[in-house]
DNA sequence: GTGAAAGCGCTAACAA
DNA sequence: TTGTTAGCGCTTTCAC
């Protein structure tokens, strides 16, 4: 097998300098032609846009943003790509940065609280020109208020911050997402309605996400509104690909819930995985419901009963934000974007 | 609602310039300390930390890409993110780029492949010192000869290349996936053994992907090796949601299938999800097996049956390799990972 | 309308 | 061991 051509020759590339020189103009006038910036002569700008063409210029960005202001480079950090809701979050907003004329630059943490430093030192160091991100906990996020405290711009994806409380002065933080709290509580209330009065309340890593407390607290809320008792929330460790021994032992109890909440999808996904590997029916035997609204839930047979949060939408609107902020708007806190609810079947009518 | 507070100014970035003046050093010192090139007394190593310490001192990657030769930046190219088998391909390569100290910028093509010149443009304009990237079809493609002939590095994600012949030379492109036909051609074999002999191949726009194609391949070989007719392809609507009408046509026929080969995973939990919706049961009434192997696939149940592939190994692997050919090593044609078959429960003998 | 020149922040010769 | 200096490719005053 013939080895791949080597190289041939990192060819160095053309310079705005070159290009002067072939079209027989300064540098400067090239740079007003490639900028569009006006009060060029037409016979001037044709021999430019010539001479690029044949010399096949490719104008230097590194260049272009040393000498700016901007990057016109985005910074995006999030747990991970895994689960399909940041993934979709990604798209949503990678589509609408590049209709903006704004690359993004990734990184993820993998849910690591102590990556989340790190990383976005990196971006800052890239000189992007904002940051979108997901962190794990926004209520008490060393870095969100490193940020504040610099001037960087951005905005949060999913967390839900509400106002915080700082020396005496409340502030909100940019974000987007939807109203986890109202969501959850509509959910567990669409499960009372079902007949359910034993409802659990599902979640992963708990303690870390502020998305999960506003959505237990949803849960609570629902659940003394319908005059139910609330359930300590079942904890599912971490990364865990096989939790049917954690479901075991929340079956065996006298009391055993007739329906789970799930803090997430794929959190739901995989219990109902689990389920059934341990003979179980879901909905038959017992109701499952998620969070996230994943376009995969659609696929499920039956269908995913879940929360849909507009992810595509979260990331577009972030980007919208995070360009407001740059040109100095006053951005009025958290934008709460609608959430639906999916009445799949993989919740139903409590019969027994 | 109070509005976020302004931007206590854009806070100019100190320089490595201050961080000279406040050690009481020359920029060559404190560059030298920054990138560890030894050859700096303790002493003024000790007062160049603390000032850049003591004045927050950051680094400008963009000045340091500007002057080296690298910017330690990968530029990635791919067709979407909501099909989580790139989402899966991406995270192992942020990863891998991540800890081997390369930023990561993002493009996504929507498949559109005249995207793909344009996009790629930019990621170059940026001066990435490498690509990893998917295109619709690797065989025919103006952009990957473009690169060839300006020598750019990169490494293509599931294409499969196969040998181009071209002026009489034979070449072979950078490129990591699995052997899209060997792997297609065993999954058919193993349908062919559960007593299918009426077996469909169904794609998404087939004729662009070159992936497709090779799957297609790979069901001749088996569908001929086990003295069976092969069937066209049934070629579904881009990104139809509901694939109802299609399937309602092709089981209308005699000679019906029994058997459905979809040449991704997505593809073919659609098609399950809408055989369910017209009440046909998988695999009682149809068997369905998919393609790539993701993750999500696991949690339907039953478990869909289809190709595994190591999709983040893949992009582990393009990072690897596209180091190995930026540091000059010559590269062997292309990487062909393992793929296993998941034998799950969407395919089931012929009963009839 | 056009050009000369001064940097943006950094690294790497080259001197000392 | 350390400092001086010349750029990397580009934009942008400021003259002309």
């Not at 499920?300 to 849909?308: A, E, Y």
Request: some cysteine; hydrophobic content about 40%.
């Amino acid at each position: 097998m013939p080895p791949h051509p080597r190289s041939p020759e990192p060819t160095r590339q053309t310079t705005i300098r070159e290009v002067a020189q072939t079209a027989g103009v300064s540098v400067a006038t090239v740079s007003r032609v490639l900028n569009a910036s006006g009060q060029v002569s037409a016979h001037a700008e044709q021999a430019v846009r010539q001479a690029a063409a044949s010399l096949g210029f490719r104008p230097n960005l590194v260049g272009r943003s040393l000498r700016g202001v901007r990057t016109r480079t985005f910074g995006v950090m999030l747990p991970t790509l895994i689960h399909p809701v940041f993934a979709e979050c990604l798209q949503g907003l990678e589509s609408a940065a590049q209709s903006q004329g704004y690359a993004i630059t990734l990184s993820t943490t993998g849910y690591r609280a102590d990556a989340e430093e790190s990383v976005s030192e990196r971006l800052l160091q890239q000189r992007v020109d904002g940051l979108i991100l997901t962190v794990a906990d926004a209520t008490r996020s060393r870095l969100l208020d490193k940020l504040d405290a610099e001037g960087v711009p951005y905005v949060l994806a999913f967390n839900q911050t509400g106002h915080t409380n700082k020396k005496s002065v409340t502030r909100f933080r940019p974000s987007v997402g939807v109203d986890n709290r109202k969501a959850a509580q509509q959910m567990v209330a669409h499960l009372v309605e079902l007949g359910h009065q034993r409802i659990e309340f599902v979640a992963g890593q708990f303690m870390q996400s502020d998305r999960s407390r506003q959505r237990y607290a949803g849960y609570q809320d629902a659940m003394t509104a319908a005059g139910l008792p609330t359930r300590d929330p079942l904890e599912l460790p971490f990364d865990s690909t096989d939790v049917r021994a954690e479901l075991q032992d929340l079956l065996a109890t006298r009391d055993a819930p007739t329906a789970l909440f799930c803090s997430n999808d794929q959190l739901a996904m995989t219990v109902i995985r689990d389920l059934r590997r341990m003979g179980l029916r879901v909905p038959e035997d017992l109701s499952v419901a998620g969070f996230d609204g994943v376009r995969v839930g659609e696929w499920m047979s039956p269908v995913l009963t879940t929360v849909v949060q507009p992810n595509a939408d979260i990331g577009r609107t972030a980007v919208e934000l995070l360009l407001q902020i740059i040109a100095g708007e006053v951005c009025m806190g958290p934008a709460t974007l609608h959430h639906t609810l999916r009445l799949g079947g993989t919740a139903q009518r409590r019969v027994s």
